[in-house]
C-alpha cells in the first residue's frame, strides 16, 4: 500500500519561500510510468494542481504559478519536495502531495480521481 506523508511549516510570513516534504512509502517514486504531483486548496475554494515530478525526474508546472514553483526529488529517501517563492495570503490552503502509476494530465485545476494516492494535508497559512 503506497503511503504519503507531508511536512514543513504551518505558518510562514510573506514574501518568504515555502518548504515541503512529501515521504512516499510502499512505493518507489522512480517506478516506471509514475508521476508525483503537489496540489493545494484555499479556504473555500477548489483543488489547484502545482506541479509534478516524473518517474524520470522531469517536471512540469502550473502556468499560473508564474515560475515560483520547484519541484524536485531525493531518490536515496524517496521524497519528493516543493518550494514555493514570495509567497502571499493569497498562498494559503491545505497543500497535498499525490501520486499515480501514469501520467496526469492537470495544468491549473487537479481532479481528484486522478490520483491513486494522497498525503493527509498539510495547512499552510501565510501570515505576517
Known amino acids: 500500500q503506497v503511503r504519503l506523508q507531508e511536512s514543513g511549516p504551518g505558518l510562514v510570513k510573506p514574501s518568504q519561500t515555502l518548504s515541503l516534504t512529501c515521504t512516499v512509502s510502499?512505493?518507489?517514486?522512480?517506478?516506471?510510468?509514475?508521476?508525483w504531483s503537489w496540489i493545494r486548496q484555499p479556504p473555500g475554494k477548489g483543488l489547484e494542481w502545482l506541479g509534478y515530478?516524473?518517474?524520470?525526474?522531469?517536471?512540469r508546472y502550473n502556468p499560473g504559478l508564474s515560475s515560483r514553483a520547484s519541484v524536485f526529488r531525493d531518490t536515496s529517501k524517496n521524497q519528493f519536495f516543493l518550494q514555493l517563492k514570495s509567497m502571499t495570503p493569497e498562498d494559503t490552503a491545505v497543500y497535498f502531495c499525490?501520486?499515480?502509476?501514469?501520467?496526469?494530465?492537470?495544468?491549473?485545476?487537479?481532479?481528484?480521481?486522478?490520483?491513486?494516492?494522497w498525503g493527509q494535508g498539510i495547512q499552510v497559512t501565510v501570515s505576517s
Open positions: 515530478i516524473a518517474h524520470s525526474g522531469g517536471t
Open positions: 499525490a501520486g499515480a502509476p501514469r501520467q496526469t494530465y492537470a495544468t491549473t485545476i487537479a481532479w481528484r480521481n486522478e490520483y491513486d494516492y
Open positions: 510502499g512505493g518507489n517514486i522512480t517506478s516506471e510510468y509514475s508521476y
